[in-house]
């Protein structure tokens, strides 16, 4: 079903710039005293990277992370060559080796940065697809497409839509206007503001978001058919009434990043506010500990699917698990527990804190488990009965597109919803006061440092970019929906895979040794 | 109850500052000087302390060990004068193998004895070489104890360096027929061994072995160490060969077990040992090298108890120009004696490279019984692997002067603490709730050439680049 035929329009692009005064781009411009203000520089660029205003005659520091940097050599307003004092320099911004990392790149963290400010795809050259892991999406690409299989088709016509509801069980259908929705992140693990953002922002995109393990506040509500309850090993805030007011419960047997681990809310973030939405003490650590005790089988996984459907007979039911090695017969023996999301989250996902030890060793990643399950299902002949999410390590948009290539139906995305709103990806989410830039805390001083209204539309400006290369690549391969794509693993293909020449015909995977 | 294994864990603040990860730089021409919205002033983790007055206080660049890369001053500066970059410090730890990340998580865990933990997800290579390659399994729903994380002291990390009974025998009565050999069982899957390549002294000697005694395992040392190591008697391993081994025919008595260098004629002497001493346990030190595999199998026949196989400080295969990482000479080694039934008999310990509480648990994976703990304590000991003492330069960690034993030790309890705190970490998530089980159960790890060819085998066909790139 297309958009169109939804009715469901999706939400304007707004301009939301970075909340920091110095926003770090690729590119530094530095100006010497050298310069006489002539405001030549800032007549010639049209990026805006030199500010000038009527009334006030002296240079100003340039907005350097709008610069597209030397491949502006070729234009003839390239300001460093035309200032008649030699007065600027340009060069990499040499603090791009502190930042990022091999999976998400200093490129893919402002490119992404550079989406949610704009929401159209960045006009710096960044490498924002593809990360430096060496390995997976990293390594896979799509095929260089026929031109006769082009589409000449609007954005608007194209079909990114997802029915989360497979089984036609007489529930009903949930249909997602793009082919992800957000993972559980708990009250007590990020800000209120962030947590209801993201909520609002699901709503204007059609799509959902989940409460984590930690209860579903209030300010949730408004928001209510766009958000999923989950229940965790701890069923920390789980009551009968937020089962009724969700469209969709997820069970959540293990995290990617910490697969058999269960959950831990270190006790200084339990604030009073917290504790009372999980009805725990102040100060004190949560542990939701692995796994279910009162999951032995699928036979028992099937009596906690049941008691859900019977409180709400119009809720959806998803089941999250990691990826072992027998993921495969997880997922039927979910599926045949009455499952209609089996959600498989790989080992390389976000988390608010989890052992180093367990996020790099345990479990596979996810690029190995779709087409695994993909097919397990497929030869069990209930493909087609159960829609089957993706998570864990899918970064970008080429990532969620490889993704439902190799055999998902869509995506669950955490991080990269975080990274709208500059997350730096410190990694100091659990520690003291929570996170400094006031994404994952609920200090009483970080906390309140990202206004909602903001992260919303980070949020949505990021998801608008994103269908921007959803829609050119299904053009590319003469597709109108993402359904299509689904399991079409022919158009891919892995660099490791090919003979040399055919290797050098498709871009190669950056590598970089680099410090983390 | 039984008495649960506890390691006794303090903070044991380091000597120096860390080196840290992180330099800032700042373009001071542009500052507005005693701006009252200094973000140094400001920094959420108060990392820059009096730093911030004025910059003639000031070193340069400011190496910030503690800097928790949040680039709060960096954005926020009214000025933007503020930038930063990787300590060139930082970037000579270590080498290729014992990365300055890893260095820095040894000292974290030696100075807290705490697991490290981090939010956001996986930061590394998706692949990489050693044992990177491999992943460890869990269950969604086998559980060694049913309580979580109150249930983990439950989960034995116990492995025994003594030769196995196999099998038992009864008489009609059902009293037990056969002989017994005497049990040697250390509640931890790894022993220490200093490395003598790079400073060794009394002190560090003194620290290792009491950390021995205190965490009840083992530690290898040369014969000459002893005297000053003679409170800690009955934790230490001397290591002898088949010349020396009767200069040191007391040490043989004193000590529970002795390592005997491999030999030609090294029957004769395990025998002369047993006949000084015949409870004696008896590990065997063989090169990890092309031959180890056939020379286990031919030991695995003799009267001894553990080979302890030495690979480089790299984990490779030594003398050879193509050598074979620790992962694979492991299964190597472990897989002939399976193949020739002898593999319950003997056990397997295994040295060089290991670097990380992962490596101890993979090495167990791969068929080890257990692994030898090495430069590791030196790293928990502040050393930063820099190396000029091998060239004859003074340490900057100051290790050759004086350390006091209490603190080293505790400074090697607590990485320990932390290690074997991993360990039941991955064997939780496993399901596994005994160490030895966990030995040559590649069931429960997944490798990335096997992931490759069952995943995306049926998609892209046959691989055409070797190994990992």
Sequence with gaps: MSNKKNNFKFPKIVQTPDRFRNPIGKYTIRRNARCISCGLCAELCPHGVHPRYDNYSKPLRPLDYK????????????????????????????????????????????????????????VVDLEYNLGNSGGGFDKIRFKTPKPVDYLDLSDEDMDTSVNLNKRCDGRPEKIISIPCYGGGMSYGSTALSVMVARAHAATQLNTLTCTGEGGYPQELLPYAEHVITQIATGLFGVKEETILYTPMVEFKYAQGAKPGLGGHLLGDKVTPEVAAMRETIVGNALFSPFPFHSVYSVEDHKKHVDWVKEINPKVLVSVKVSTPTDVDMVAVGSYYAGAHVVHLDGSYGGTGAAPDIAKKNIAMPIEYAIPKVHKFLEDEGVREKVCLIASGGIRNAMDVAKAIALGADGVVIGTAELIALECVRCGHCESGRGCARGIATTDPELGVMIAQDWATQRIVNMYMAWRKQWCEILRQYGLKSIKELVGRSDLLVHLDYLDEEERSKYQPAPQAELII | MPKKYHIPIKTAEPRYNPIGKYATVEFREDCAGSCKECVKKKCVFGIFGDNYKHFSTMSEPEYLYTCMSCFRCVQECTKGIFSRVINPEYRTLGDDYWKPDTINRLWYQAHTGKVPVSGAGYRGPFVAAGFDSMWTDMSEIVRPTRDGIHGREYISTCFEISRRATPLKFNADMSLASDVPPILELPIPLMFQLPDTLILNEQILLSAAKAARILGTLMLIRPQDHKVLSPYADHLIPCLTCENYMDYKELILKSRAVELADAPDIDKTITEIRAIKPDSFIIIGIPMDATAASRALELSYAHVDTLHFYADEHGKELNTEHPIFLKEMIREIHLKLVDNFVRQKINLVFSGGIAMAEHMAKSIICGADGVIVDIGLLVALECRLCYQCRNGLPCPAKIDHQIDPEWGSQRIVNLIGAWHNQLIEVMGAMGIREVRRLRGEVGRSMWFEDLEMESFGPIFGKRKIAGIK
């Design chain 1, 67 to 122: 610069c597209i940097g030397f491949k502006c050599k070729e234009n003839d307003f390239f300001c460093i060559d035309r200032c008649p004092e030699q007065a600027l320099t340009l060069r990499r911004n040499p603090i791009l080796d502190t930042l990022g990392d091999y999976r998400w790149t200093a490129d893919m963290l402002i490119g992404h940065w550079e989406m949610a400010e704009t929401g159209n795809l960045p």
